[in-house]
C-alpha cells in the first residue's frame, strides 16, 4: 500500500485557511515557479514518508505517530483560542503552545534543507582547504548525506531540542492579533517566523533567546499568536509613559502661560487618549488576553514575514498574493526561504 503524505504544517491549520470549505481545498502560490492553484489539503505541506526513514539498510522507523500525538496534545489548547479569540494566560495554555511553536519551527521542510545546507558548506569548505572531511576530528565517521540520513538527523535534532525550546518560547508574551479590516494573514510552509529590530552583532539577532526577538505563527486567516521578548512590552511601556507625561505638561504649560484654554486642554488630550489606544491595547494584551486589531501595515508585515521565511509554499483564504508575488520577484534569493549563512 502506498504511503500517505505526511504534513509537516498539520491539517487542523490548513482547514483554517480554507478557499473551499466543502472539498477541504486551499488557496495557493508556489514561489518556485510564480504560479497559483487550488489543491486539496492533502496535497499541501507534506510529502510522502516525510517522517519515515531506513537504518541499516533494512528497518524502517517512523516519526509520524510522535508528531500525531505531539499535534494531539496541543489540539485543546488551539481550538479553545480559536473558540475564544482570546488567551486565559493559564500555564497549561501558555506551555501547550510554546509547545506548538516549538514543534511547528522544527519540523518544516525548510529546517530540514538547512541542515543539508550546512553540511554542504563544511564539506566545500574542508575540501577547498586541500581536506577531507573523515580527517576532521569527530567527523571520522562521515558519509556524503542520503536523504535517509538526513531524515534522521533532522528527526532526532527535534528529539534533543523541542523541550529546551518550548521553555524559552514560554517566556515570552503571548499576544493574539486579528487582521485589518478586509485583509487576511498568509501561511507559509514555514509558519513560525522570526524578526528583530535590534541589532545583536556579528552573532545575529535571531535566536529564539535573543533580546528584542518577535515570533509570529498564524493560528488562522484571521488569528496570528504572537510571543514577543518581553523586553518589547516593557520598553514600549516605559516610552509611552514618557511621552503621554510631556504631552500632558506641555498642555499644563500652555494653560499656564494663555497659550490654550482649560477646555482646549481637555480636547487635546482626548484626542491624544484616541491616539494612544492601539499602543495601550498593545501593553494590557499579555496580561489580559485579549485580541489586538492590526493596520494595513501590520498586515504587510506579517504576510511579508510568511512570505519570505517559506520554503515554497503561501496558502491565502482570499487567494489575494499581490503582496507574496511582488516579494518573490524582487528578493529572488529568498525563493526557497531565509537561509542560514554559514560562515567557516
Request: charged residues 25%.
Amino acid at each position: 500500500m502506498a504511503a500517505e503524505n505526511q504534513h509537516y504544517v498539520p491539517k487542523f491549520i490548513l482547514r483554517q485557511f480554507l478557499s473551499d470549505e466543502k472539498n477541504e481545498r486551499v488557496s495557493v502560490f508556489d514561489k518556485h515557479t510564480g504560479k497559483t492553484f487550488v489543491t486539496s489539503i492533502r496535497n499541501m505541506m507534506a510529502e510522502r514518508r516525510f517522517n519515515d526513514f531506513t537504518f541499516d539498510d533494512e528497518w524502517l522507523a517512523s516519526f509520524e505517530p510522535i508528531a500525531c500525538a505531539a499535534e494531539d496534545q496541543a489540539l485543546p489548547s488551539y481550538r479553545k483560542v480559536l473558540k475564544d479569540r482570546r488567551l486565559n494566560n493559564s500555564p497549561e495554555q501558555k506551555a501547550a503552545l510554546a509547545m506548538m511553536l516549538a514543534f511547528q519551527l522544527l519540523r518544516t521542510k525548510a529546517t530540514r534543507d538547512q541542515w543539508q545546507t550546512i553540511e554542504e558548506a563544511l564539506v566545500k569548505k574542508v575540501e577547498e582547504s586541500g581536506g577531507r572531511m573523515q580527517d576532521v576530528r569527530g567527523w571520522e565517521d562521515w558519509q556524503p548525506m542520503t536523504e535517509d540520513r538526513l531524515k534522521r538527523e533532522h528527526l532526532l535534532s527535534i528529539q534533543g531540542s523541542i523541550g529546551d525550546y518550548a521553555q524559552i518560547i514560554a517566556a515570552k508574551d503571548f499576544v493574539l492579533a486579528e487582521p485589518a479590516p478586509g485583509r487576511s494573514f498568509y501561511l507559509g510552509d514555514h509558519p513560525v517566523c522570526l524578526a528583530n529590530a535590534l541589532d545583536c552583532g556579528p552573532r545575529g539577532n535571531l535566536g529564539l533567546a535573543v533580546q528584542g526577538i518577535e515570533i509570529y505563527m498564524p493560528l488562522a486567516s484571521d488569528l496570528m499568536l504572537c510571543a514577543f521578548c518581553p523586553s518589547i512590552i516593557e520598553g514600549l511601556r516605559g516610552t509611552h509613559k514618557r511621552a503621554k507625561e510631556a504631552r500632558q505638561a506641555e498642555a499644563v504649560s500652555r494653560v499656564m502661560k494663555g497659550e490654550l484654554s482649560t477646555a482646549g486642554m481637555r480636547q487635546l488630550l482626548d484626542s491624544a487618549r484616541a491616539t494612544e489606544r492601539p499602543v495601550e491595547e498593545l501593553l494590557s494584551a499579555p496580561t489580559e488576553g485579549r485580541l489586538i486589531t492590526s493596520n494595513d501595515d501590520n498586515m504587510d508585515y506579517y504576510n511579508s514575514l510568511q512570505t519570505s521565511y517559506a520554503y515554497r509554499y503561501v496558502v491565502c483564504q482570499k487567494a489575494d498574493f499581490a503582496l507574496a508575488k511582488t516579494l518573490n520577484s524582487e528578493n529572488p534569493a529568498l525563493k526557497r526561504g531565509r537561509r542560514i549563512q554559514v560562515g567557516l
